[in-house]
């Protein structure tokens, strides 16, 4: 496999990074996850875009052009003979020394990996996923803005597992208000009586990528949206739920702490919402 490293291409097993790396040493660096559908990759402005603004809020200056980058993206996908598949790419503030002062990181590493991607069975689009409430919340925006696709993901990750060991694939995170935030990797859509309503960002959601598509979508549909403070409550007595997310594109919940959401099965708008995406998918994208 061939990985972006910098300037060009290398072998993976040449791509390597240093252990003084703050990225590694304090997560200081930020990413996007992107989706290559049959040789398009979607949405990518809007990918690198967040990453030059995430790279803004954490004062990391980028080196390379929105331009390179993208045609960094595409070369690698080519170099791995891909058409589908999933693509990280990282920025990290570089090697540094071992206190946090950023002052001896002089060169940002750019990595971009591109794999084929492990997706949900088509099994939780069929017949709904069910997911819970768990203790760890998301950061309070002015500790780290949660709009900062940063590489410190810890309390996603506790928040994971915590869903995990309970046999969950998916965990509501609710904001240091007790609001509902988001999920672990994905974001949260509910509807009610007709209209969408998803948290803002000032609520502790990630910007997404594909919580943008689905409010496009919505205006497609004449769904009416919008954003607003949701408590569990307002999830439980929802019609329908249903989360985005890059990797899990638009899946329908059918059970949020153990009480069905509507009739306990997927939803019909939602799957509108899902057939929409699907052809987006399809039409849209930057072509290698
Ligand atoms: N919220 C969070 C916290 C995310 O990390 C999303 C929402 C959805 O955003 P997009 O732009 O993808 O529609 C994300 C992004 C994984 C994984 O392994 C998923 C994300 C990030 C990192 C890893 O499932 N999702």
New binding site residues.
Partial sequence: MKIYLNDGLVDSAEAKVSVFDHGLLYGDGI???IRLYDGCVFKLDA?LE?LEYSAKAIMLKMPWTRQQISEAVCETCRANNLKDGYIRLLVTRGEGSLGLSIQNCKQPQLIIIADTIQLYPEEFYENGLSIITVPTRRCNPAALP?TV?SLN?LN?ILAKIEAQHLGYHEAIMLNDQGYVA??????VFVIHKGELITPSASAG?????????ALEIADELGVPWREANMTRYDVWVADELFL?????EIVPIVEVDARPIGSGKPGAITGRFLESFRRRVSVEGTML
């Fill in positions: 990413f996007e996850g990918h967040r949660p696709k993901y996603n988001e999920c672990t990797g994905d974001n959601a990630l910007k997404g990528i594909t919580r943008d598509t985005t997310g890059t990797a899990a």
